[in-house]
């Protein structure tokens, strides 16, 4: 069992910057960790992932260069820098993980709201 538990979010003006994070608890190791959105009517859609330790991280293209995944020190904890946000960036933001080497993701968080006014 793997226990998420996000924070971060909030509303900006468009290029306008947010920050998201996320520690993930629990008896089962974690290999993977990251961040999926779900705009209004639209269906969930990988932002970024991170393999934990070192690992590689991959991004959506409508996100590289304005995102940045990173982890703290080793810990189970994921942070998710948004800079340049756009309108079409409004979503639910949920963090999942993977207890699997090979990063399939089947926990997720309650999720976070980001707002990007125009």
């Known amino acids: 069992e793997v226990r998420l538990a996000e924070s971060g979010g909030g509303s900006v003006y468009a290029g306008g910057s947010l920050s998201l994070s996320c520690s993930a608890s629990?008896?089962?190791?974690?290999?993977?960790m990251g961040w999926f959105r779900q705009a209004p009517g639209k269906d969930r859609e990988k932002v970024a992932t991170?393999?934990?330790?070192?690992?590689?991280?991959d991004y959506d293209d409508s996100v590289k260069g304005r995102f940045s995944i990173s982890q703290e020190n080793s810990k189970n904890t994921v942070y998710l820098q948004m800079n340049d946000l756009r309108p079409e960036d409004t979503a639910v933001y949920y963090c999942?993980?993977?207890?699997?080497?090979?990063?399939?993701?089947?926990?997720y968080g309650k999720g976070t709201q980001v707002t990007v006014s125009s």
């Open positions: 999942v993980a993977s207890i699997s080497y090979i990063c399939e993701y089947t926990f």
């Open positions: 991170l393999k934990l330790g070192g690992g590689v991280s």
């Open positions: 629990g008896s089962t190791s974690v290999y993977c």
